[in-house]
């Protein structure tokens, strides 16, 4: 069965420091990833995807995540933080349709 | 308007009340969904249209009650709900139900009392 782990429910970092979220996903072919945020009262914004190709993914807001397949992750970067990246970080795979498996999300709190 | 977007942002209602939540999206998607975001879960996809019709209801109990008249919008009617019913409701469409990204509103916060 498909699943999606996101390890850390709580990452606090001070603004302007480097940030890595962490993915595992588990699925037997390449699955399609994707990474959301969602802050405070909002609904969800997609970050960015991958399907296919190159496995560094530039997104918005100046992150990027890697797909590596050997360690089935999927983990979101940002060399430096800023206090508006403050929200929940969802990770989100798809096995081909458009039954996305979600991960209970990682929250982000940022320190002046 | 672009994007997807929800009304009623909030509801309050009784259990026995009825009430709809709807969604309109402006991107020109032929997919639309609804899912439950609870405290602590993950994501719950509870219906799927694609053109105008059902392709999925995700065990969903009758008292919540989908409505898709056209592509762009999509109804959600509830119905003698519960308090576990309490949970932000978000809609979201894809071009298709095919492997497409798809696109989330802000949410209806529910809170049933």
């Known amino acids: 069965a498909q699943s999606v782990t996101q390890p850390d429910i709580h990452i606090t970092v001070s603004e302007g420091a480097s940030l890595e979220l962490r993915c595992n996903y588990s699925?037997?072919?390449?699955?399609?990833l994707f990474w959301y945020v969602q802050s405070p009262g909002q609904g969800l914004q997609l970050l960015l995807k991958y399907f296919s190709g190159d496995t560094l993914v530039q997104g918005i807001k100046g992150f990027e995540a890697e797909f590596k397949r050997s360690q089935s992750s999927f983990n979101l970067r940002k060399p430096s933080v800023h206090w508006s990246d403050a929200a929940e970080y969802f990770c989100?795979?798809?096995?081909?349709?458009?039954?996305?498996?979600f991960g209970t999300g990682t929250r982000l709190k940022v320190l002046a | 308007e672009t994007g997807v977007t929800q009304t009623p942002r909030h509801l309050v209602m009784g259990m026995t009340n009825k009430k709809s939540l709807k969604c309109e999206q402006h991107?020109?998607?032929?997919?639309m969904y609804w899912y439950k975001q609870s405290a602590k879960k993950p994501l719950e996809l509870m219906f799927v249209?694609?053109?105008?019709?059902?392709?999925e209801n995700n065990s969903v109990p009758s008292r919540f009650s989908p409505e898709c008249p056209n592509s762009s919008h999509l109804f959600l009617h509830l119905h003698t709900l519960q308090p576990e019913d309490s949970a932000l409701y978000l809609c979201?469409?894809?071009?298709?139900?095919?492997?497409?990204?798809?696109?989330f509103g802000p949410g209806t916060r529910l809170l049933v009392l």
């Open positions: 979201a469409s894809s071009q298709t139900v095919r492997q497409e990204t798809q696109y």
């Open positions: 989100a795979v798809s096995a081909g349709t458009y039954k996305y498996i």
């Open positions: 991107l020109g998607h032929n997919a």
């Open positions: 249209y694609n053109f105008k019709e059902q392709t």
């Open positions: 699925y037997g072919a390449t699955p399609y």
